[in-house]
């Protein structure tokens, strides 16, 4: 069973994905239909979801040299290599990004960093309240 975590991480990814595919989708000028139309789809997992499509051969075989971008972590188990995965840290407050810096704890293979800024327990709230300051 998936605890509520993992499901708000799911759906969160699946959220993320659709933003993603609607910025392709619906360009606004023709110059920006041609630029979207030589750009490959770029999908983003965390663990769950690199774990349901990894354990599917048929669907892991579609993401093959596809440079997924993917959430390293505790949740996240290996990447298959014919991915050619790319690896992000996911941080839910710019403390936990500045700790992680500062405290070298960063993945040494992560090549950015995304801050998750929603409206949860995870996020503090004068962050959610002006992401800005």
């Known amino acids: 069973m998936i605890s509520w975590f993992m499901s708000e991480r799911l759906a969160f990814t699946a959220v993320l994905a659709v933003v993603f595919m609607g910025e392709f989708m619906f360009p606004i000028s023709p110059h920006l ?14 663990g769950p979801g690199i774990a ?16 997924p971008f993917v959430v390293t972590g505790r949740n996240v188990a290996a990447n298959p ?4 995965a790319i690896p992000f ?3 839910t407050s710019f403390r936990a990004i500045e700790s ?3 405290g070298g704890t960063l993945a040494h293979n992560a090549e950015g960093i995304i801050y998750d800024n929603e409206n949860w327990q995870f996020t503090p709230e004068h962050e ?4 800005a300051q």
Do not use: T, V
């Open 52 to 67: 349901a499509i990894a354990a599917d051969a048929e669907a892991s075989r579609l993401l093959d040299n596809g440079q």
């Open 81 to 84: 290599p014919g991915w050619n």
């Open 128 to 131: 959610q309240q002006n992401p």
């Open 100 to 102: 992680a810096l500062k």
């Open 33 to 46: 239909a041609q630029a979207a139309e030589r750009k490959a789809i770029r999908w983003l997992f965390n």
């Open 89 to 91: 840290a996911s941080f």
